[in-house]
């Protein structure tokens, strides 16, 4: 089966039709989509301030610099590499050449704790063999351990924050929940344009259901179950890391 494609217009299109100001078949005018778009990423910033995270998965590939150990991540201020915020790391590897050839060695996820508490040589470069995420409000950084000793090509593949929203912007790998989420928000958001919307105590509450699911889960996570998030532990050998 064919993935539907979903964008931010056919998300602003959606909540149009949900408060009854579009009916099935109608186009928007320019100013249902450029007030959409607006509202949308108003209600971005504003997720962004209550730790409400609108989060997709994706792969981020950059180059590794020679003897740098941290890299900063984010599309808001000036970046190492230029992308959205990283929630949650799900695999890290980096590529190594040979005689025409690609090794791919992985790297091993640790968190900040097991870094720092680990006996470490610095400076120490050579292939890396560790990688740990620091999130920070305005960028997420991930640091590998020891330095690479070359540029080699590295791949994450992460969990991201969605930061702000372009016209016509690709939504297809947005959770579904989190799709219908934005829908409810950006309708409820509408009702001061087009005062005359058709928001009833249903639409209140499926709003307010979303809210609180999303409000109370105690991770950021891509089903939004709060009582089994989805954060499996990585495993971490003590050996491996002071044998360096």
């Given at each position: ?104 060695y ?96 249903a ?17 950021t ?24």
């Amino acid at each position: 089966m064919a993935q539907i494609v979903k964008t931010t217009n056919e998300l602003i299109i959606n909540a149009l039709y949900l408060l009854g100001e579009l009916g099935v078949g109608e186009t928007p005018d320019a100013f249902m989509l450029s007030s959409g778009l607006e509202i949308l990423n108003e209600l971005l910033a504003k997720f962004d301030s209550d730790s409400i995270y609108i989060p997709y998965l994706t792969e981020i590939s950059f180059n590794l610099v020679s003897g740098q150990q941290t890299y900063s991540i984010s599309d808001m201020i000036a970046s190492d590499v230029t992308n959205n915020r990283i929630v949650d790391l799900s695999f890290a590897n980096y590529t190594v050449p040979s005689a025409g050839q690609g090794i791919i060695y992985p790297l091993q996820i640790i968190n900040k704790a097991q870094y720092y508490g680990v006996t470490r040589l610095l400076p120490l470069d050579t292939r890396p063999g560790f990688i740990f995420l620091d999130k920070q409000p305005q960028q997420s950084f991930v640091t590998l351990y020891p330095a690479p000793d070359q540029p080699y090509p590295c791949l994450l593949g992460c969990k991201v924050m969605i930061t702000s929203l372009t016209a016509d912007e690709d939504l297809t790998t947005i959770p579904p929940f989190y799709y219908g989420f934005l829908k409810y928000c950006l309708a409820r958001k509408f009702l001061s344009y087009y005062p005359s919307g058709n928001w009833n105590d249903a639409a209140e509450t499926e709003y307010q259901d979303y809210y609180s699911i999303i409000k109370n889960a105690n991770e950021t996570d891509l089903t939004i179950r709060p009582s089994a998030i989805l954060s499996r532990p990585e495993p971490f050998y003590w050996q491996n890391i002071l044998a360096y």
